[in-house]
Structures are given as structure tokens and as C-alpha cells.
């Protein structure tokens, strides 16, 4: 009905130019209907480095876990080879990285440096971890958490703006998930204490001005971490992960957790994200087909919760390349053009995010490199806004974003 009442509009317009009518502004001219063909830069079903689909069309993220001591063994000394190479990789396929640094995995050692390893004072635990021995990092060392706040400065120097890397996640714990359900849980020695979560929580807002980092939603659990003692640390400019996404407990377990980390709020600024649950074979079966695992469809779900990407690594062993690229489509970030019209001196754009979450970097509307007076991260999904270029040439509009690989563009739906 609204592009019925546009295109009425428009013609209204024109007819009373015809007639004489001294009007402002006039119906800007445009090409075809742009249709979503494409998913979105930074946004969809992730996919991990390896999976045979990874080229297909419906991804534009690789989630990939990294080894703290594959950059550093020497105290002081950071090579920085791995990351250049999982990097230089991802953006070959024309995709960007999501990337998690874990000391802890279930069944391995841990990937403490070997330098701190060595120190007599030094001690990891060793442990049963769903069902497997597993190391647990000594957190009561001073080593280790000086390392820990160096390596993430030093990191935040070398990739804050590099465009290869969309999102950061980062955390303790199995996984870096920021618990652990299963094995010797102790504050202060198997898992850092809530006085170094604070520091480190508040030296990760500081580092990253530009790169969106995230949590796990795990944080809310006053046993483990700071938050519910110091709400302060809400404040802080982290975004979130979910790792056990639409699983049948998500609304009252999830959900309570979003709720308290102010999720209606903290989307606004950083992404929304996670990956789908394997707490059952069921889940991961049925987590895309049309109702989900439990009454409630995936892009309800990615609408609910301001979703901008979702690891779904394992969906191609049940889902269509249709299904997965659908669900991509209906994940973060879509911008209609409403109307396009101009005065004698500025183009004037009504744009509309008709998406789940916002675009989380710089992201402008331009015309023969005349950009908009405002970025489109300003826009959330639902909202309609209009952006105004001091140009009024006729050259083709685009959508320009300094994050965006080389090869990477940003879509539009034009109903005007």
C-alpha cells in the first residue's frame, strides 16, 4: 500500500510541475527495482574455515578460534604470521573473520605461552571436562594476566581498523564462553577473579575504538562474573554472543540473560550474535525449518533479538543452499529508499532499515564520492530517516563503508 501511495504521489507531482506548479524539489529519475539478491557485508549464518559450502553466496563471515600461543612463546615477542594468514584467507573468499581467542578447550592443553608456562610459580590444573582431561590456565598468576591485558593492546594496535576483521569476541572459560558448567570451577585459580574481570572488561573498552567486540551472555551469572556486584560494567561498549541460540531453554534462561545485559539498549551500538545451539541433535535439525525446534521461526527470533550474524556451520548437513541464503537475507542490516528528490543545491535521501539490527561501522550514502551529512549506523531497524548529500548530480547512488573489503558492497532496495 505505502508504494502505491508514493508512486501516487510522484505522479501527482509531476503532473503539477507540468501544469506550471513552482515547486523545490523535483522526482528524482532512477533505474530498475534493486532486489536483496546478495547477503548483506557483516551479516548472516556463519560458516567456519573448512566447510565445504564456504564459497557458496549465502555467507560473508568465517567464525575462527585462535591459539594465544601461536603468537607468542617469548615474553614480549608477538608474531603475528597465524592471524595474517587466517585473514589473508577469509578475505580471499571476499568474506571477513569473526575471530575468539580461548585459552581453554575441552580434551586439550591449554594455549597459555610457553614463557609463562615454565615459571616456577606456575601451576595449571588438570581436570575432567565432559568427559575428557582437560588444562585449566593458573589464573592466580601475575604473568598471565599481564600477558593477557599486553596481548589485547597489542592486538588493538595492529587490527582495530583493518577491514579483513568485522567482529571480536573475547572471554574465559571453556571456549571463552565465560564459564565452566563442567570441570573444577575456582575464582581467582581455574577461572580469572571478578577484580581482574573488571580490569580487563574496562581495558578492552578502552583499547577498541573502532573494531566491535563482544561477550557471552554467560557474564550474567553472579557466581562467575562482576556484573550484578558492579553494574557500572554495563556501561562499558561490549556487544554479545549466545552460544546456545533458540535452544528450548532460551526464554527463561537466554532471555533473562539478554534482558539483564540490556539488550533493547545494547544492540544500538554493537552487534547481536552467537551460534545455534547443540544441546540436541533435534535442535540443529530443526533450528531453520519453518516453525524452529520449538514453535518459533528463525527470523523471529533474529527480529527479536537484533540479530546480526548467527554461527549455522553445521546447517548444510540439513538445510537447502536456498534455506541457509534465506536466513542470511533476513539477518542485520537492509536499507530501503523510500524517495529521492532534489533542490537546486542537495540530494535528499528517505531511507528506511528494514533489517533486525543497524550497520555497527561508518556507513554513507554517496553520489560521485559526495557523501551523506550522516551515517546510516545511525538508523535502526524500523526506523526511517532522511540524509541529505550536497551534490545533485545525476551519476549512479551507492552506499559507501570504509570496514568493506575491496571487492564488498552494501545493497539497496529502491521503492521510490
Known amino acids: 500500500m505505502k508504494k502505491k501511495i508514493l508512486i501516487f504521489l510522484g505522479i501527482s507531482l509531476l503532473f503539477m510541475a507540468y501544469i506550471g506548479c513552482d515547486l523545490n524539489f523535483k522526482k528524482h529519475q532512477t533505474n530498475s527495482m534493486s532486489n536483496f539478491a546478495n547477503v548483506q557485508p557483516m551479516t548472516g549464518i556463519v560458516v567456519w574455515e573448512g566447510n565445504p ?38 578475505a580471499s573468499r571476499n568474506h571477513q573473520a569473526i575471530l575468539r581467542f580461548r585459552f581453554t578447550y575441552v580434551g586439550k592443553h591449554t594455549t597459555v605461552p610457553k614463557y609463562i608456562k615454565d615459571l616456577s610459580d606456575y601451576n595449571e590444573t588438570k581436570g575432567i571436562s565432559e568427559g575428557k582431561e582437560t588444562w585449566f590456565p593458573d589464573w592466580s598468576n601475575k604473568e598471565l594476566k599481564d600477558f593477557t591485558l599486553d596481548f589485547y593492546e597489542k592486538f588493538a594496535e595492529r587490527y582495530d581498523n583493518d577491514n ?8 574465559f572459560g571453556l571456549w571463552g ?34 573494531l566491535k567486540w563482544s561477550i557471552s551472555i554467560d557474564v550474567e551469572d ?12 554495563l556501561n562499558l561498549s561490549f556487544g554479545l554472543f549466545d552460544d546456545s541460540f533458540m535452544s528450548k531453554e532460551h526464554a527463561t534462561i537466554n532471555e533473562q540473560r539478554f534482558n539483564f545485559l540490556e539488550l533493547n539498549s545494547r544492540y544500538k551500538n554493537a552487534p547481536i550474535g552467537g551460534e545455534f545451539n547443540y544441546y540436541t541433535n533435534y535442535d540443529q535439525q530443526n533450528i531453520l525449518s519453518p516453525n524452529g525446534p520449538h514453535g518459533e521461526s528463525y527470523e523471529s527470533f533474529a527480529k527479536r533479538f537484533h540479530v546480526s550474524y548467527m554461527i549455522g556451520n553445521d546447517q548444510y548437513k540439513y538445510q537447502t543452499l536456498e534455506r541457509i541464503k534465506e536466513a542470511s537475507l533476513n539477518t542485520g542490516y537492509k536499507f530501503e529508499i523510500l524517495k529521492f528528490e532534489k533542490s537546486d543545491t542537495a540530494s535528499l535521501l528517505t ?3 528494514i533489517g533486525t539490527a543497524p ?28 540524509f541529505t548529500i550536497n551534490y545533485t548530480g545525476n551519476e549512479p547512488l ?8 575491496k571487492n564488498q558492497t552494501i545493497d539497496f532496495k529502491k521503492s521510490y
Open 53 to 90: 559450502n564456504i564459497n557458496s553466496d549465502a555467507h560473508t563471515l568465517e567464525f575462527s578460534y585462535m591459539l594465544f600461543n601461536d603468537i607468542v612463546s617469548e615474553k614480549g615477542i608477538y608474531d603475528w604470521t597465524v592471524v595474517e594468514n587466517k585473514l589473508d584467507a577469509i
Open 164 to 171: 579483513r576483521l568485522a567482529f571480536l569476541q573475547v572471554g
Open 177 to 210: 564462553e565465560y564459564h565452566i558448567y563442567d570441570g573444577p570451577f575456582k575464582l581467582g585459580k581455574t577461572f580469572p577473579s571478578k577484580e581482574f574481570q573488571t580490569t580487563f572488561l574496562n581495558k578492552m573498552d578502552s583499547l577498541f575504538k573502532n
Open 222 to 233: 553472579e557466581n562467575v562474573t562482576p556484573f550484578r556486584e558492579n553494574p557500572s560494567l
Open 351 to 353: 531511507v528506511k532499515n
Open 359 to 386: 550497520i555497527y561501522y561508518d556507513a554513507y550514502l554517496s553520489i560521485n564520492s559526495n557523501k551523506s551529512l550522516r551515517s546510516l549506523k545511525t538508523l535502526m531497524p524500523g526506523q526511517e530517516g532522511v
Open 398 to 405: 551507492k552506499i559507501v563503508c570504509a570496514r568493506l573489503l
